[in-house]
């Protein structure tokens, strides 16, 4: 009859062991991102050659009083009042309609294209030239939102 175990011995990996793992796994990842890694060693390159590297290294070790400095522009008070300008310009935009916001970027770019062949054509408006464009559909729709426009932005004011 066997006699039981009474030691088990575990084995402990060496440090030789434990780095040729690693050094195993490492190079599968190598091997699996090859064509990522090269793309990101030409990068480094370009940013080494145009001497990106040293401004970068530079910045990293003056962090602190790169920090410094940055809080120190960021708590005057033109800078708070830009970066508060900016959190209500994008909020106002988020309440836009896209659609509305297309149809009127469309309609600036036409005015613009249209308004620079009326100043090529070099004729001159007169009074009833100028009654005749109010009469103009198109006209008459932009001169609408125009003065719509004109409201809503007095009775905010």
Same mark, same amino acid.
């Given at each position: 009859?066997? =006699?039981?175990?009474?030691?088990?011995?575990?084995?402990?990996?060496?440090?030789?062991?434990?780095?040729?793992?690693?050094?195993?796994?490492?190079?599968?990842?190598?091997?699996?991102?090859?064509?990522?890694? =090269?793309?990101?060693?030409?990068?480094?390159?370009?940013?080494?050659?145009? +001497?990106?590297?040293?401004?970068?290294?530079?910045?990293?070790?003056?962090?602190?009083?790169?920090?410094?400095?940055?809080?120190?522009?960021?708590?005057?008070?033109?800078?708070?009042? @830009?970066?508060?300008?900016?959190?209500?310009?994008? +909020?106002?935009?988020?309440?836009?309609?896209?659609?509305?916001?297309?149809?009127?970027?469309?309609?600036?770019?036409? @005015?613009?294209?249209?308004?620079?062949?009326?100043?090529?054509?070099?004729?001159?408006?007169?009074?009833?030239?100028?009654? =005749?464009?109010?009469?103009?559909?198109?006209?008459?729709?932009?001169?609408?939102?125009?003065?719509?426009?004109?409201? +809503?932005? +007095?009775?905010?004011?």
């Amino acid at each position: 009859m066997a =006699k039981p175990i009474q030691d088990v011995t575990r084995h402990e990996p060496t440090e030789a062991e434990l780095q040729a793992q690693a050094l195993g796994e490492l190079l599968s990842v190598v091997a699996k991102h090859g064509d990522a890694i =090269k793309d990101l060693l030409k990068i480094v390159e370009l940013l080494h050659e145009m +001497g990106a590297m040293e401004v970068i290294g530079g910045l990293i070790q003056s962090r602190e009083k790169v920090m410094e400095i940055g809080v120190s522009q960021l708590s005057k008070p033109t800078m708070t009042r @830009g970066i508060n300008n900016v959190m209500s310009a994008v +909020g106002m935009v988020g309440e836009l309609e896209p659609e509305m916001i297309r149809k009127v970027v469309s309609g600036v770019v036409n @005015g613009i294209d249209r308004s620079n062949e009326e100043l090529q054509s070099n004729q001159k408006m007169g009074m009833f030239d100028l009654i =005749k464009v109010l009469r103009d559909p198109n006209a008459n729709r932009a001169l609408t939102m125009a003065v719509g426009f004109l409201k +809503g932005l +007095g009775e905010k004011l």
